[in-house]
């Protein structure tokens, strides 16, 4: 009896663990070690400095080299 089943096509492309290069060091003081993408949600950012001095903070993400108007900017821990 088939109580339930999941299609997975060929060609999903499941989160896996990657390594991307530091950030650019563009302005206050932004530098971090290599930024590891963990699965789906998690990614670590060893040694990351920032003066706290800018305008505002956050996350963007996205395809592609540089910050794109199609990217996504990512909430922090309180969803914001």
Request: no cysteine; glycine share 12%; hydrophobic share 30%.
């Amino acid at each position: 009896v088939d109580f339930g089943h999941v299609y997975i096509p060929e060609t999903l492309d499941p989160p896996r663990k990657r390594t991307l290069p530091e950030f650019q060091r563009l302005a206050h003081g932004l530098r971090s070690g290599n930024i590891t993408i963990l699965d789906a949600k998690t990614f670590y950012i060893p040694n990351l400095h920032y003066d706290g001095l800018g305008p505002d903070a956050y996350f963007w993400v996205g395809k592609g080299p540089r910050p794109d108007p199609k990217g996504s900017r990512i909430p922090n821990e309180m969803g914001r």
